[in-house]
């Protein structure tokens, strides 16, 4: 079992920067092997992909909207994850969900095998 719990949220004005993390830990699990990513949810609306990076950090992939403005990261020796988020936009508030996936980095809600708890951003205008 994977334990994921996210971290750094919070209210911030338009044109802000965030930065995310993410802390993966499991009795018998090896993050190196496990793809990360991120995700959100806007209110009223469905679970979205935001980024994902690869297990060993070579590979990143940002849905359109996170493209130029968030860059995913991860430090294996500490077992984190983290999303900077910058110039923000109120369109950016969500709730914000870290997902793992082993041997592949998820992309989809579907191939997402774990998922933390959440942390909530909201974007004044």
């Known amino acids: 079992q994977v334990q994921l719990v996210e971290s750094g949220g919070g209210l911030v004005q338009a044109g802000d920067s965030l930065r995310l993390s993410c802390a993966a830990s499991g009795r018998t699990f090896s993050f190196s092997s496990y793809g990360m990513g991120w995700f959100r949810q806007p209110p009223g609306k469905d679970r979205e992909f935001v980024a994902a990076?690869?297990?060993?950090?070579?590979?990143?992939y940002y849905a359109d909207p996170a493209k130029g403005r968030f860059t995913i990261s991860r430090d294996n020796a500490k077992n984190m994850v983290y999303l900077q988020m910058k110039s923000l936009k109120p369109e950016d508030t969500a709730v914000y969900y870290c997902a793992a996936r082993e041997k592949a980095s998820p992309t989809t809600v579907a191939a997402s095998e774990f998922w933390g708890q959440g942390t909530q951003v909201t974007v004044s205008s």
């Open positions: 990076i690869s297990w060993s950090g070579l590979n990143t």
